[in-house]
């Protein structure tokens, strides 16, 4: 049996668009040979009847499949979606398809390809260089490029040109690292929010430049809601980015507090000295704050290292961090002359910048979708 690659159509008011669109995508059908193409359709209960054409459908090809539901928006129509086809299908790939002719099924093939040969997200792009939006107006073409410019820099990932397209082809195991439940439920957010969501869990991408033409039948149900949900998911984008930093310095506060703690009790209640009960405290302090980054900072990364391993690293980091601390710590009184405090501030700072960047990218190394990096 092949591969399946399950192309997911979000549909609301399609009626005019489902059976030209169906048609076109079983069509590539014959140009993929390494995957069997099935279509999921996820219909919210379309007023005008998309979900009956649907069914009529379905009788003609045994791969359509249909699931409907109360509409709640296009992400969450997608969420839907994904989690119904990966429990059902257990798919390789999975397509994002808009089901108004606006992404030409020509692409398919390509994307299908791309996402079995070194890639495992494939965006149809049309802001990338090749790419273009012919019938958009000036208004609607420059909100378009505002929102993705805002999400490419506050998303920190400057080198994607297309954050919102609603075309693309991911590898399925990498949805299910994702955090679905934290993404938006309008159109514009929810494709940023995975954009930025799939980066963060190792997808390996590339864009390819589609054009991207005006529907012809149907209504676009892009609304000023969605306008003003993009804004504030903006705001959870940027927290999210930061959210690993954040968490790791209050790990960090915690440590130093351990580190007292057991300082106090070895020296105040045990009466050890001081020379021995300090490496205690430290040592005690690493491994609480190993601990704790490993259940909540860095808890849903996906890593092949071992337990002790991890453990390893996150010591040669910190003595690393530990070592530049005091350099620069030394360095800045003797050679700067600077007020000791204010000396020790700076060293702290740099050795948290250290630690942080060495462990995220060392010690709890993501890695891709596409095999381990470790
Ligand atoms: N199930 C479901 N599908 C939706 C919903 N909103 C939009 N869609 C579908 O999502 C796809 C994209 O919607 P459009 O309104 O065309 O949005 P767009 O293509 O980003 O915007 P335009 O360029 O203005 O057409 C279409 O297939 C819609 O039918 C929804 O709330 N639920
Ligand atoms: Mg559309």
Same mark, same amino acid.
């Given at each position: ?16 668009? %489902?059976?030209? !669109?169906?048609?076109?995508? @079983?069509?590539?059908?014959?140009? *993929? ?10 219909? /919210? ?15 003609k ?5 249909? %699931? ?6 296009? +992400?969450?129509?997608?969420k ?11 798919p ?18 390509? @994307? ?5 040969? #070194? ?10 260089? +090749? ?16 929102g ?17 397209? #609603?075309?693309?082809? %991911? ?11 934290f ?21 390996? &991408?590339?864009?390819?430049? *589609? ?12 609304? @000023? ?24 310095c209050?790990? +960090?506060?915690?440590?130093?507090? &351990? ?27 690493? *491994?609480?704050n ?26 040669i !980091? ?9 350099? !620069? @710590?030394?360095?800045? *009184?003797?050679?700067? +002359?600077?007020? /000791? ?12 910048l ?17 095999g381990?990096?470790?």
């Open positions: 049996m092949r591969p399946i690659t399950c192309i997911i159509l979000p549909t609301y008011n399609e009626v005019e668009n %489902i059976r030209w !669109v169906v048609r076109a995508i @079983f069509a590539q059908s014959e140009k *993929i040979d390494s995957h069997d193409l099935h279509i999921l359709v996820v219909d /919210d209960d379309s007023p005008d009847g998309t979900h009956e054409e649907v069914r009529r459908m379905m009788g090809y045994t791969n359509l499949h249909l %699931i409907t539901g109360e509409k709640k928006g296009l +992400g969450e129509a997608y839907r979606g994904m989690a119904y086809a990966i429990s059902q299908f257990h390789d790939l999975i397509f994002e398809m808009d089901a108004d002719r606006q992404h030409d099924p020509e692409f398919i093939p390509i @994307f299908n390809y791309l996402a079995t040969h #070194g890639f495992s997200l494939v965006i149809g792009s049309r802001f990338a260089p +090749g790419g273009s939006t012919p019938n958009f107006s000036l208004r609607r073409k420059a909100i378009s490029l505002l993705n410019w805002m999400i490419r820099f506050l998303g920190g990932i400057p080198r994607i040109h297309d954050c919102t397209s #609603g075309f693309r082809c %991911i590898k399925a195991s990498l949805i299910p690292r994702c955090n679905l439940s993404l938006s439920t309008r159109g514009y957010s929810f494709q940023s929010s995975l954009l930025c969501e799939l980066l963060r869990n190792g997808a390996k &991408v590339i864009e390819v430049p *589609i054009i991207f033409p005006d529907r012809i039948y149907g209504e676009s149900k892009l609304s @000023f809601k969605d306008q003003i949900e993009f804004l504030f998911n903006l705001a959870k984008i940027r927290f999210r980015q930061s959210e690993e930093f954040v968490k790791y209050i790990v +960090g506060v915690s440590g130093i507090l &351990v580190n007292l703690g057991m300082y106090i009790t070895l020296t105040r209640l045990l009466y050890l000295p001081p020379p021995l009960s300090s490496p205690i405290a430290i040592e005690t302090s690493i *491994i609480s190993f601990f704790l980054n490993h259940l909540w900072t860095f808890n849903g990364r996906h890593n092949a290292k071992g337990l002790f391993k991890k453990i390893t690293n996150f010591h !980091v910190a003595g690393i961090a530990g070592l530049s601390n005091y350099s !620069v @710590f030394i360095l800045l *009184i003797n050679y700067i +002359g600077l007020y /000791d405090i204010i000396a020790n501030l700076t060293g702290i700072a740099l050795g948290t250290i630690n942080y960047f060495c462990n995220s990218l060392w010690t709890w190394r993501r890695i891709r979708a596409d381990p990096a470790n």
